[in-house]
């Protein structure tokens, strides 16, 4: 087959994918993850149940497959704010306030029969993700500590699980004002002693 041919394909395939998964986490929301059926959602998308066997052997694996995609744009989001940036502790702050609002973002799904239901057997896409995470903001801050942006008398492990824990109240604050408000907070920990 021709290779424009074999991209239409493949584009095709993305935009069915994405419509079940997208269409699946909407009538998980509306009438809880266990009411869903493959048939509604065929009927949602637009396509007949055995296409959407092809794709999906279950309600369960699309819910996961919907919340893996939504887990690695909250990453890839992370790591476009981080290229962004030059100056380390720029770059450490700027990832930190994005984590934040996505986490304050999150709080409804979190609360939800469908935040239980994914959280209740998350995983190792998750255990991956926070494996990522940690691993990013333990980097920003060895290079903030290394220029003089963050403190280097606490080890960057401990001050990464330290913001990082920090940060997860956000998901429970309500309003934007009040994430930066923790962020600042944080921030102030994370930041070397003045003297």
Request: with cysteine; aromatic share 4%.
């Amino acid at each position: 087959m021709p290779k424009l041919w074999n991209e239409t394909i493949e584009a095709h395939r993305r935009d069915v994918r994405d419509a079940i998964l997208d269409s699946t986490a909407a009538l998980a929301t509306e009438k809880g993850p266990l009411s869903v059926t493959m048939s509604q959602i065929a009927e949602k998308v637009g396509i007949g149940r055995a296409t959407l066997y092809k794709y999906f052997p279950d309600v369960e694996a699309i819910l996961h497959a919907w919340h893996a995609r939504e887990i690695a744009g909250h990453l890839a989001q992370l790591t476009e704010v981080r290229d962004r940036t030059d100056r380390p502790g720029a770059r450490l702050e700027a990832v930190l306030e994005a984590y934040a609002l996505i986490t304050h973002e999150s709080h409804g799904h979190h609360d939800t029969d469908l935040g239980a239901f994914l959280h209740q057997d998350s995983g190792n896409h998750l255990a991956h993700a926070h494996q990522h995470l940690h691993h990013m903001i333990q980097e920003l801050v060895t290079e903030a500590a290394g220029v003089g942006d963050a403190r280097d008398d606490i080890p960057p492990a401990e001050l990464t699980r330290y913001c990082l824990s920090a940060l997860a109240a956000a998901r429970t604050l309500p309003s934007d004002a009040a994430v930066r408000r923790l962020l600042t907070v944080t921030l102030a920990g994370v930041r070397p002693p003045q003297n």
